[in-house]
């Protein structure tokens, strides 16, 4: 079964500064995807970033990027220059690609609470 | 675009009342929409995945029979909580993959339940 590991469970830093949260996962999957969702106090999930496994390539997003490290299982996400509104806990998450039985689940990590101080 | 709403955002109720959340892709057609259930300070928990037309497929430990869910449209899905206990207050978030793009979930804000 796959799982998704986030162990910091807090992080300050302050604003401007650059952050990277971490993320690992354990599939026996080749192909997949993974992605950081946000969730700040309002509690919307918000999509941050998405990764395709067979990809090469850091997925970017504005001040978003990752460091896809497939054969280490590792998947952080960098975010440069922060702002006050960065604030919200980051959830990192696994899906494998469709067969019959994911119906595209999403495996989540247990989440990283971010603050950014002014 | 993907906006995801749901309704209500908050609810209270009383112990013994049944309660129906809603939700609804706005400018997409989904495929798929996923119920979860957030406690404080955790992660989503997956409750349930519903496909349009077809009955939902319920998670390990979640009573079908106590969250009832109907998915009637490409744009719709229902969650209905009958005789709500206070146990079952929570916060729940649906999400929804668009048809032909599905390994993205986009998500509605949640809906808070208070049952008395």
């Known amino acids: 079964a796959q799982t998704v590991t986030q162990s910091q469970p807090e992080m300050s830093v302050q604003e401007a500064e650059t952050v990277t949260l971490s993320c690992t996962y354990d599939t026996s999957e080749s192909n997949y995807y993974l992605f950081w969702y946000k969730q700040p106090p309002s509690r919307q999930m918000i999509l941050v970033i998405r990764q395709e496994a067979y990809k090469q390539q850091n997925a970017t997003e504005n001040r978003f990027s990752v460091n896809f490290q497939k054969a280490a299982k590792s998947f952080s996400l960098k975010i440069s220059d922060s702002q006050l509104g960065d604030t919200a806990m980051y959830f990192c998450a696994f899906m494998k690609t469709r067969d019959v039985d994911s119906n595209y689940q999403l495996i989540w990590g247990a989440g990283t609470k971010l603050i950014i101080k002014p | ?116």
Request: proline share 3%.
């Open chain 2, 1 to 116: 675009g993907a906006v995801v709403s749901q309704h209500p955002s908050r609810v209270i109720c009383k112990s013994g009342t049944s309660v129906k959340i809603e939700c609804r892709s706005l400018d997409f057609q989904a495929t798929t929409m996923f119920w979860y259930r957030q406690f404080p300070k955790q992660s989503l928990m997956l409750m349930a995945t519903s496909n349009e037309g077809s009955k939902a497929t319920y998670e390990q430990g979640v009573e079908k029979d106590k969250f009832l869910i109907n998915h009637a449209s490409l744009t719709l899905s229902t969650l209905t909580v009958t005789s709500a206990h206070p146990e079952d207050s929570s916060f729940y978030i649906c999400s929804a993959t668009i048809s032909g793009g599905r390994e993205t979930q986009y998500f509605g804000p949640g809906t808070r339940l208070l049952v008395l």
